[in-house]
């Protein structure tokens, strides 16, 4: 049997040996699947299924070592074909991918330098700026990825959008703060205290804008900044509750207390980019190489 027909063969074992289940499976008609084992059989002079008034039941002994073998190749020979079309994708050149500088830190960092050291003949351009102005550059044609916080408010009939983590907004205060031992808050609780995030250029200052709105908590921001290290100090320094994305809990020290909320806000990250009619190769490996990464490592909480 050549790889193709090791695959129908397969299918016909996963299917208990109901020809007409694996033919639907592989798309391919029972008469053909029923021929091939037989033809098989007959050429090799071997019995790979018992059957019963004529039809395939459970594999034999020799047919047993025999789907052992076809798993074996079949896995070989789809990773061969990675292995080929991540090559073949692999090309010369620039790709510019805009990045705000906190996701940059907590979820690109491992991924760029490796993605550098495999990739030697790529320039990756880290261009590091808050979502809105990514937005900005993405809609002038200035990048060729973004990394943005959803809602992105993109005309989805000319930009693409990928999911790569699902996270949420946290509160970040100092341990002696009297909300500090508090599991979860709700928001009425916060009304009380110094507020804190991302400026105006970050999609996170208007989501937690809106929610404080949605809620009724009409409290600007005492301190706002492109700097979470600032931040999450203010926070520290003070009885100032500091809104941040909750994988910052990965970044402090024991000194700061992060603390979700009953009713969070969603903080989604989406990988972006403008529809073409066609890719360049390297676009191309460069957007499957992230998101491959991503879901390989979800969720990242």
Not at 18 to 43: P, R, V
Not at 95 to 123: A, C, D, H, M, Q
Not at 165 to 174: F, G, K, P, Q, T
């Amino acid at each position: 049997m050549d790889i193709y027909q090791l695959e129908y063969f397969i299918k016909i074992v996963e299917a208990g040996g109901n020809l007409t289940l694996a033919g639907k499976k592989a798309n391919i008609s029972q008469s053909s699947l029923s021929q091939l084992i037989s033809n098989f059989e007959k050429d090799e002079d071997v019995e790979l299924f018992y059957r019963e008034s004529g039809r395939l039941k459970e594999l034999t002994p020799i047919g047993e070592k025999y789907y052992s073998y076809a798993i074996k190749m079949s896995k070989l020979a789809s990773d061969m074909k990675g292995i080929i079309r991540r090559e073949s994708l692999k090309k010369r050149g620039e790709i510019r991918i805009g990045i705000p500088s906190f996701i940059l830190r907590v979820y690109f960092t491992s991924f760029i330098t490796k993605f550098i050291v495999e990739n030697e003949e790529i320039n990756i351009e880290i261009v590091e700026a808050g979502s809105n102005k990514l937005h900005q550059l993405l809609l002038r044609g200035e990048i060729d990825l973004a990394v943005l916080i959803d809602p992105t408010y993109l005309n989805n009939e000319k930009f693409e959008e990928f999911a790569l983590v699902e996270d949420e907004i946290v509160a970040c205060m100092s341990e002696n703060h009297p909300l500090g031992k508090k599991r979860k808050l709700k928001w009425d609780e916060i009304e009380n205290y110094p507020l804190a995030t991302f400026n105006r250029d970050f999609t996170s200052y208007e989501l937690v804008k809106n929610k404080l709105n949605l809620e009724g908590i009409k409290k600007e921001m005492k301190f706002t900044s492109s700097s979470w290290d600032f931040l999450v100090e203010v926070s520290k320094e003070s009885t100032t509750i500091a809104f941040l994305p909750s994988p910052i809990k990965n970044q402090i020290s024991s000194e700061v207390k992060v603390v979700k909320f009953c009713d969070p806000i969603p903080f989604k990250t989406l990988l972006v980019r403008p529809i073409k009619n066609n890719y360049r190769s390297l676009e191309k490996y460069v957007k499957g190489a992230i998101i491959n990464c991503f879901e390989n490592r979800r969720p990242i909480l």
